[in-house]
């Protein structure tokens, strides 16, 4: 599914470098569409594409290390 189907705000850059939990909340704040799901960098997770999924990814600090964006 193309990310454009999607619906809401689609990616945050401006969450680089914030706790992964403050970004989880905003971002589920400002998409209610999403679940925001914090994982260090690195974790596995499914390849699949979903419109209603944001992998926030964190660095050993728990501060967010890669822009979280829908998919």
Request: with cysteine.
């Amino acid at each position: 599914m193309a990310s454009d189907q999607c619906p809401g705000k689609k990616s945050w850059p401006e969450l680089v470098g914030v706790c992964g939990e403050i970004a989880a909340a905003k971002i589920e704040k400002e998409n209610p569409n999403v679940d925001a799901i914090v994982k260090l960098q690195g974790t596995p997770v499914i390849q699949d594409y979903r419109c209603n999924r944001v992998w926030i990814w964190v660095n050993t600090h728990g501060v967010v290390s890669t822009v979280p964006h829908v998919g």
